[in-house]
């Protein structure tokens, strides 16, 4: 067998360290840089608390959070090559400044249309990340992703070289 033949599930909880603070956790998953292996991201489900949701009280105010291959990056930015999601959700103000509107969760990811049936990323190291942007409080974020561990042939290794840039 070249792999997973069903999907697993993985959970990262990433409480940021401070408000404002863009934080990493990893997931602790065995595996290492060296190995062959490719993780297929199939689905990927966030989950802010009510409470880091209730921090957004502004337009300027938002919250980022998503998965990434790195946690030296400085800043958050989509076009990263070691940023494989990002989901940015903030506040539109519309009428008065009571006004609102419900929040269904989880935020869901699908990869599963893409060719191969995901998305294709190292699958050491990982890392959920979480930010809050112009926001009182520290935030935490729940991700739980389904995935399928492909091992790689020599000439299968180029697919993830290729697939972890991104062309600009």
Known sequence: MNGDQYAQDAAITVVESAATTLT????????NVF???????????????????NLILDENDYIQFGLCTNNQIATISYLDPNVVDFYKYGMKKFGVAASGFPVETPFVRDFTALPGGGKIIPSYPIYGYAQGVSIAGAITVLIRFQFTIKTLKPEEYIELVEAARVIT
Not at 24 to 31: I, K, P, R
């Open 35 to 53: 190995e062959r292996r490719a993780m297929v991201i199939h689905r990927i489900e966030y989950v802010p608390t009510v409470t880091s949701l």
């Open 24 to 31: 990493f956790q990893q997931l602790l998953a065995a595996g």
